[in-house]
């Protein structure tokens, strides 16, 4: 099993920054991609950015130039930080890990992003 705690959301301005962080427990996450996915009221959740085990990130299209994805393997951290943020970007951010149809996430943290 993993456990996945985010921290770091809150309420921000229109063109604010904030850097959201995802600490791991429980077994060794060797092989797996991390990820950060978000749900707005009344929407479907949604991919943000992802990387992999080899390093490798991909982020959503929305995001792209002003999220950052990173990771601290040893210690099983997980980062998103997040520039110029927009009041479309408000929802609650949930952290994912993910490996071979296994998938596991967080509770989610809050971001409200005011105009």
């Known amino acids: 099993q993993v456990q996945l705690v985010e921290s770091g959301g809150g309420l921000v301005q229109a063109g604010g920054s904030l850097r959201l962080s995802c600490a791991a427990s429980?077994?060794?996450?060797?092989?797996?991609?991390m990820g950060w996915f978000r749900q707005a009221p009344g929407k479907e959740r949604e991919f943000v950015a992802t990387?992999?085990?080899?390093?490798?990130?991909r982020y959503a299209d929305s995001v792209k130039g002003r999220f950052t994805i990173s990771r601290d393997s040893a210690k099983k951290m997980v980062y998103l930080q997040m520039n110029s943020l927009k009041p479309e970007d408000t929802a609650v951010y949930y952290c994912?890990?993910?490996?071979?149809?296994?998938?596991?996430w967080g509770q989610g943290t809050q971001v409200t992003v005011s105009s």
């Open positions: 429980g077994r060794t996450l060797s092989g797996y991609g």
């Open positions: 994912n890990a993910g490996m071979g149809g296994n998938d596991y």
């Open positions: 990387i992999a085990w080899s390093g490798n990130k």
